[in-house]
């Protein structure tokens, strides 16, 4: 029965959706139709009631509410003219309940059925533009004062007894405001929902307090980081390896290891940087700054080793030509933060950069290339292969190791 219901309520507000709808938009859509609905049975309700008390000329106001709110929603079907829905909603809430007054002969008489009428300017600060949502309002107001200066000559009798009106008024009163409470519920609902899902997006772009600081000053500062420990893979033979496969292979095996590196280096707090063409670069010891870093790296590009190891094995079993990968590591002080306005990324600057891409470079495929910096660092906690002074490309000779596993 649950299930039932979600599909329902799914397909109700999918009601005049489309594909390039924003987030917003598709919001204020969905908000509208499920909304209108709850307003068309009460209006069949209230026609019935007041046919049932005598009131037919009082009936027939709600009862056409019901009518001319369910041509909107198939007129929006059709047309997915949400700015003609809006406008027809909000004026039929605003008006009809006035007019329904005016029959029943007063504020009093009418059990002050006027509340309905002021859903129509809660309803048009969800629905327009800041701007717009004001002259509803003022509209309203108009006619409430309108409606209160015709009070002396609305002497218009009515078979509600007092009994009746008592009821209508608190009715009225409840339905009022549960239904306020459940359009700005369901609002705020939906809204957290939507910006949690870019407060996830953004933090797959940014660092957390790199987000933060963007989100609270408009733009971040670059940072120094005295000691940071950056890796660098590289697919060997990308290129042609890559001739041998369709654009859709290609994407779909690159994303593959990317997954399970961003997989690996998230468990070990390693922060990615980027990735250019088939190359990954990641760094610890930042944004926050620990003491871990480079054992935290080195402990990754381990795992991510294995991965790609195993993963060879899997291939040549199936016949297939496997990626190798080189991995290059180095430790020392960088410069990071977020440059441009548009597609921004989180990046970091410095000679231990371009270091840590030439001990990726001046690598082996299928080992860990570390400079001595980094070797200082954890040389207490795995196995190395010296390999001497080796010369770098435009940085001369280097003290590089390679990792052994444990």
Request: charged share 15%; with cysteine.
């Amino acid at each position: 029965m649950n299930q039932q219901l979600q599909k329902i309520f799914a397909r109700l507000t999918a009601i005049g959706a489309a594909s390039g709808d924003s987030d917003d938009l598709r919001l204020q859509k969905s908000l509208l139709v499920m909304f209108t609905f709850p307003f068309l049975i009460a209006g069949v309700v209230w026609g019935i009631m007041y046919f049932m008390f005598g009131e037919k000329s009082a009936a027939i106001i709600p009862l056409s509410y019901a009518v001319v709110s369910l041509l909107s929603i198939l007129h929006f079907s059709i047309t997915r003219n949400f700015v003609a829905l809006r406008f027809t909603q909000l004026l039929l809430i605003l008006l009809l309940p006035i007019a329904l007054m005016v029959v029943l002969g007063g504020f009093v008489k009418g059990s002050v059925v006027i509340m309905w009428a002021l859903i129509s300017p809660l309803g048009a600060m969800l629905f327009y533009p800041p701007e717009i949502a004001p002259r509803w309002l003022i509209a309203f107001i108009i006619l409430a004062i309108a409606s209160s200066l015709l009070q002396p000559w609305l002497g218009i009798e009515t078979n509600l007894t007092t009994g009746q009106i008592k009821l209508f008024f608190l009715i009225n009163l409840i339905a009022v405001g549960s239904l306020i409470f459940l359009m700005f519920y369901y609002f705020v609902t939906r809204k957290n929902f939507f910006q949690a899902r870019s407060e996830s997006l953004l933090l797959n772009i940014l660092p957390k307090q790199t987000a933060e600081e963007l989100k609270a000053n408009g733009k971040t500062e670059a940072k120094h980081f005295e000691s940071v420990t950056v890796m660098f893979t590289d697919f060997k033979n990308f290129t042609k390896i890559s001739e041998d496969l369709s654009a859709a292979e290609l994407v779909s095996e690159i994303d593959e290891c990317f997954k399970a590196f961003d997989n690996i280096i998230s468990r070990h707090n390693i922060e990615k940087i980027k990735t250019i063409g088939d190359a990954y670069m990641c760094a610890g010891g930042l944004p926050v700054i620990n003491t871990t870093h480079a054992f935290d790296v080195v402990s990754a590009a381990l795992e991510i080793q294995q991965f790609i190891s195993n993963r060879v094995v899997q291939k040549k079993a199936q016949g297939k030509q496997p990626f190798e990968i080189r991995i290059g590591i180095h430790t020392g002080p960088v410069v990071a933060g977020v440059v441009g306005i548009k597609k921004f990324a989180y990046d970091i600057w410095g000679d231990t950069v371009n270091i840590a891409s030439r001990m990726e470079s001046s690598g082996e495929a299928g080992k860990i290339n570390i400079s001595g910096a980094t070797y200082e660092l954890v040389k207490q906690k795995f196995h190395f292969l010296c390999r001497g002074k080796i010369e770098a490309k435009n940085k001369g000779m280097i003290e590089m190791y390679f990792v052994e596993a444990l």
